[in-house]
């Protein structure tokens, strides 16, 4: 290990070309989780409903549908993906965007969440170099990318993305990594508390819900990553990157102003921004007030 870590020092081009490969594969991996994992909380949901009310179970052995069951197949013809058709990025520009056997265009959001994952995994390691931080960084990134294009889509923030999630930035802290324990204890709880206390007085007021739970729980993870002095500056940034995307897609007339916008994908932005250029935020904004 050591040896491989003094070889990725010494030649920055093969640790970039690593980092890039198994990105991408991982990129491959989340646009399974992306599709699977939403179908798995909606069975699991549904099985959970039928127990609570004593509803009789169904007669047909369900199929195993997991993240590594079934094979992944064309959802039009049933077609099998073999090894070769699933390279990423690649098998998608070979095939022409369609399945090998009955030619149904493929959505083109696996070879762009393949190369989005890669594109921010190699900015994480140009930030962090050869270290822990990247490491971990990487973890983070490849979680917020999930949560963005889960929630985008279904309107869902999994507890198994968010609280692993949360946790795990309290343990790589107490080493201090990213910042001190303290930080990231308070940082968890107050990012918790912040959108809760904005959910209940919106209610209050409104009568309506504004935000759903798992926006309390990705915010209290990013305060556990990054600590509770980062908080105001996601919050910020949220905002603003919600409102620049929202008013674009109602300009051009790609979302209807009666939809909600779910506010996960622009935490999970704005966090990242924050935990690769956060410092830099600051700085100028401190230069811009002095």
């Given at each position: 290990?050591?040896?491989?870590?003094?070889e990725?020092?010494n030649n920055p081009?093969?640790?970039f070309?690593t980092?890039t490969?198994i990105s991408?594969s991982?990129?491959s991996f989340?646009?399974?989780?992306?599709?699977?994992?939403?179908?798995?909380?909606q069975?699991e949901?549904?099985t959970?409903c039928?127990?609570?009310?004593?509803?009789?179970?169904?007669k047909?052995t369900?199929?195993?549908?997991?993240l590594?069951?079934?094979?992944?197949?064309c959802p039009n013809c049933g077609?099998k993906?073999?090894?070769?058709?699933?390279i990423?990025v690649?098998s998608?520009m070979v095939?022409?965007?369609?399945c090998?056997?009955?030619?149904?265009?493929?959505?083109?959001q696996?070879?762009?969440?393949?190369?989005?994952?890669a594109?921010?995994?190699?900015?994480?390691a140009?930030?962090f170099?050869?270290?822990?931080e990247?490491?971990?960084?990487?973890?983070?990134?490849?979680?917020?990318v999930?949560l963005t294009v889960?929630?985008?889509?279904t309107?869902?923030l999994?507890?198994?993305i968010t609280l692993?999630l949360?946790?795990?930035g309290?343990?790589?802290?107490?080493?201090?990594l990213?910042t001190d324990?303290?930080?990231?204890?308070?940082?968890a709880?107050a990012?918790?508390l912040?959108?809760?206390?904005?959910?209940k007085?919106?209610k209050l007021v409104t009568?309506?819900?504004?935000?759903?739970y798992?926006?309390?729980k990705?915010l209290a993870?990013?305060g556990?990553w990054?600590?509770w002095?980062?908080l105001?500056?996601i919050?910020?940034?949220?905002?603003l990157?919600?409102a620049?995307i929202?008013?674009?897609?109602i300009?051009?007339r790609?979302h209807?102003?009666?939809?909600p916008?779910?506010?996960?994908?622009y935490?999970?932005i704005?966090?990242w921004?924050a935990?690769?250029?956060?410092?830099e935020?600051?700085?100028l904004?401190?230069?811009?007030?002095?």
């Amino acid at each position: 290990m050591q040896n491989t870590l003094i070889e990725f020092q010494n030649n920055p081009w093969l640790f970039f070309t690593t980092v890039t490969l198994i990105s991408l594969s991982v990129g491959s991996f989340l646009n399974v989780v992306i599709y699977r994992l939403p179908v798995m909380m909606q069975n699991e949901w549904r099985t959970d409903c039928k127990n609570f009310l004593e509803l009789e179970p169904d007669k047909k052995t369900p199929e195993i549908f997991n993240l590594s069951k079934p094979d992944s197949s064309c959802p039009n013809c049933g077609h099998k993906i073999r090894a070769w058709e699933n390279i990423p990025v690649i098998s998608y520009m070979v095939l022409g965007g369609k399945c090998s056997s009955c030619k149904t265009h493929i959505s083109i959001q696996y070879p762009v969440i393949e190369i989005v994952t890669a594109l921010l995994s190699v900015l994480i390691a140009i930030k962090f170099g050869v270290s822990g931080e990247t490491f971990f960084g990487l973890i983070f990134t490849w979680a917020l990318v999930s949560l963005t294009v889960i929630d985008a889509k279904t309107q869902l923030l999994p507890d198994d993305i968010t609280l692993p999630l949360l946790w795990l930035g309290i343990l790589v802290n107490t080493s201090g990594l990213y910042t001190d324990l303290e930080s990231s204890v308070f940082g968890a709880i107050a990012g918790y508390l912040i959108l809760w206390s904005i959910y209940k007085l919106f209610k209050l007021v409104t009568g309506k819900e504004g935000m759903g739970y798992g926006d309390f729980k990705l915010l209290a993870a990013l305060g556990a990553w990054m600590g509770w002095v980062m908080l105001p500056q996601i919050i910020l940034l949220s905002s603003l990157v919600g409102a620049v995307i929202g008013i674009s897609m109602i300009m051009i007339r790609k979302h209807d102003k009666g939809v909600p916008i779910p506010f996960g994908p622009y935490l999970a932005i704005a966090g990242w921004i924050a935990f690769v250029w956060g410092a830099e935020i600051n700085q100028l904004w401190l230069n811009i007030q002095a």
